[in-house]
């Protein structure tokens, strides 16, 4: 039963070193019209992805393709926000090319928990239906929801100190032996490195543990700034971890 789902029903696209994915194979993924198999009906993109901000000229292009063959269009946009002040545009350049849009208030915008679902009325009724059915409804949301609309109104426009601070993590990083970011694009708050073979990123995360500095030991690695985080910690952190390799 797995195998026939994974076979009929999954076809993984891999995207462009850009985050963008190739249109003329999204297009050819498109499910013949045939009961035996999932019917297409949504290409969701992703942007901020990794990091990587999408051109708005690929949107439109997206935006073209979905509407000639039929489909809706999502915006995964938990770091929404992070692509529009990195192009320096207001959301809705963004947003115009979508259907329905996600967006995370608790990444880069700094809300303790929350997300916003927008799209038609008709889409949102039905999302808050599935909402219930999953056991996801809560009543006393006004406080997580204050604390969203804060983030909204105070966090957006101060998110590009996160990108000039990631822009600074990856200069300091360059100039430590055996660490190199110069393979990625680094466009907004996110950071990855490739991380020489011989350095031994879990005992340097346990070292570095010691003094209250918590990385993911991953190769590549990936450090996200965010408000959070200042200058001053990336200083911190870059001796910190000087001194361990
Ligand atoms: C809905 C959604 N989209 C995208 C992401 C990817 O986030 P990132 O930009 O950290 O890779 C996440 C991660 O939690 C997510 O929950």
């Keep these: 039963m797995l195998l026939y789902w994974v076979l009929f029903s999954l076809k993984p696209i891999e995207n462009n070193a850009d985050g963008s994915l190739d249109l003329n194979k999204v297009v050819a993924a498109i499910k013949a019209d045939d009961f035996h198999f999932a019917k297409t009906k949504l290409l969701s993109l992703e942007n901020t992805i990794g990091g990587k901000v999408l051109p708005l000229s690929y949107l439109k292009e997206a935006r073209e393709c979905v509407d000639k063959h039929n489909l809706?269009?999502?915006?995964?946009?938990?770091?929404?926000?992070?692509?529009?002040?990195?192009?320096?545009?207001?959301?809705?350049?963004?947003?115009q090319y979508f259907d329905s849009v996600s967006i995370c208030l608790s990444k880069g915008l700094g809300a303790p928990v929350g997300s916003l679902l927008l799209g038609s009325k008709a889409l949102i009724d039905k999302a808050r239906r599935w909402r219930k059915v999953?056991?996801?409804?809560?009543r006393q949301a006004g406080m997580l929801a204050a604390a969203g609309q804060y983030a909204l109104e105070h966090h957006v426009a101060r998110?590009?100190?996160d990108h000039d601070n990631a822009a600074y993590l990856a200069e300091q990083l360059n100039t430590l032996a055996g660490f190199d970011t110069s393979t990625f694009q680094i466009d907004t708050n996110i950071v990855y490195a490739n991380v020489a073979e011989h350095i031994d990123l879990k005992a340097v995360a346990h070292?570095?543990?010691?003094?209250?500095?918590?990385?993911?030991?991953?190769k590549p690695l990936r450090l996200v700034t965010h408000l959070g985080v200042t200058k001053q910690d990336i200083?911190?952190?870059?001796?910190?971890?000087?001194?361990?390799?």
Excluded: W
Aim: glycine share 10%; proline share 2%; charged share 20%.
């Design 134 to 138: 999953l056991g996801g409804g809560m």
């Design 207 to 218: 070292a570095l543990k010691e003094q209250k500095m918590l990385f993911s030991p991953g």
């Design 72 to 95: 809706a269009l999502h915006l995964d946009g938990a770091r929404v926000y992070n692509a529009a002040v990195k192009l320096g545009v207001d959301i809705t350049e963004i947003t």
């Design 159 to 161: 998110l590009a100190e």
């Design 235 to 245: 200083d911190s952190f870059i001796s910190a971890l000087a001194a361990e390799i």
